[in-house]
C-alpha cells in the first residue's frame, strides 16, 4: 500500500521569501506524484504532477515539485511567495498503471506573512 | 468550461434522516470519486468508479453509505440512515481517461445533528 507523509502541518513563511512544503512518499514501483491547493471552503485544485522525465516540474501559479528519487521526496517549491498563496496544500501519490486512487498526505498549512 | 458541479452545498439534517448528494463530473471525464473530508480524519477515499462502474468501495464506511452512477454524467452518494459522526465535507472529483490528475468539485458540507 501506498503511503504520503507531509511532516509540517504548518509552515510561515514571509511574503517575498522562498517557500518550501515537504511530502515524502511510500509506494511500490514508480511513483505518480501530485500536489494540490485548497483554499477555504472549496474543492482541491490541481498545482502540478510528476509521471516521468525531468525531476523538476512547473505548475500553476509559479509553483515547481522536485522529485527526488533516492530520497523518495517530492517537496513544493516557488522563489517568492505572495500572501495570496495562503492556503493548504496536498501531496498525494498512486503507483499508476490500473490503479486510479490517489492516497493524499494529511496536509500543510501555508501562511504567507505581509 | 464548466468543472464537476456537487449539489447541495450545504446540507444540514436531523439524526435518521435520508440524506443524498449529488455530482456531475467534467463532460468527457471517466473517472469518478467520493472523498470525505474531516479534521480528525483528512481527506479520504470513499469510492470510485470507472466508466460508470464501482470499482473500489472498501473505503465506505459502512452498509448506511452506498453510492450510484446511472449514466456518464451523474453520481449520488447516499447516507441512510445519518448519524452525527457523519458530518463531513464530501467531495466528488473526475479524471480523463489516461490522466491521473482529477479534479475536484466544491464540496458538500454535511451537518447531522
Known amino acids: 500500500a501506498q503511503s504520503v507523509a507531509q511532516p509540517e502541518d504548518q509552515v510561515n513563511v514571509a511574503e517575498g521569501n522562498p517557500l518550501t512544503v515537504k511530502c515524502t512518499y511510500s509506494?511500490?514501483?514508480?511513483?505518480?506524484l501530485f500536489w494540490y491547493v485548497q483554499y477555504p471552503n472549496r474543492g482541491l485544485q490541481f498545482l502540478l504532477k510528476?509521471?516521468?522525465?525531468?525531476?523538476l516540474v512547473k505548475g500553476s501559479y509559479g509553483f515547481e515539485a522536485e522529485f527526488n528519487k533516492s530520497q523518495t521526496s517530492f517537496h513544493l517549491k516557488k522563489p517568492s511567495a505572495l500572501v495570496s498563496d495562503s492556503a493548504l496544500y496536498f501531496c498525494?501519490?498512486?503507483?499508476?498503471?490500473?490503479?486510479?486512487?490517489?492516497?493524499f498526505g494529511s496536509g500543510t498549512q501555508l501562511t504567507v506573512l505581509p | 468550461d464548466a468543472g464537476v458541479i456537487q449539489s447541495p452545498r450545504h446540507e444540514v439534517t436531523e439524526m435518521g434522516q435520508e440524506v443524498t448528494l449529488r455530482c456531475k463530473p467534467i463532460?468527457?471525464?471517466?473517472?469518478l470519486f467520493w472523498y470525505r473530508q474531516t479534521m480528525m480524519r483528512g481527506l479520504e477515499l470513499l469510492i470510485y468508479?470507472?466508466?460508470?462502474?464501482?470499482?473500489?468501495d472498501s473505503g465506505m464506511p459502512e452498509d448506511r453509505f452506498s453510492a450510484k452512477m446511472p449514466n456518464a454524467s451523474f453520481s449520488t452518494l447516499k447516507i441512510q440512515p445519518s448519524e452525527p459522526r457523519d458530518s463531513a465535507v464530501y467531495f466528488c472529483?473526475?479524471?480523463?481517461?489516461?490522466?491521473?490528475?482529477?479534479?475536484f468539485g466544491p464540496g458538500t458540507r454535511l451537518t447531522v445533528t
Open positions: 472529483a473526475s479524471s480523463v481517461q489516461g490522466a491521473y490528475e482529477q479534479y
Open positions: 509506494v511500490s514501483g514508480n511513483p505518480y
Open positions: 510528476y509521471i516521468t522525465g525531468d525531476n
Open positions: 498525494a501519490v498512486t503507483p499508476g498503471g490500473s490503479a486510479r486512487q490517489l492516497t
Open positions: 463532460s468527457g471525464h471517466n473517472s
Open positions: 468508479f470507472n466508466n460508470n462502474v464501482p470499482i473500489d
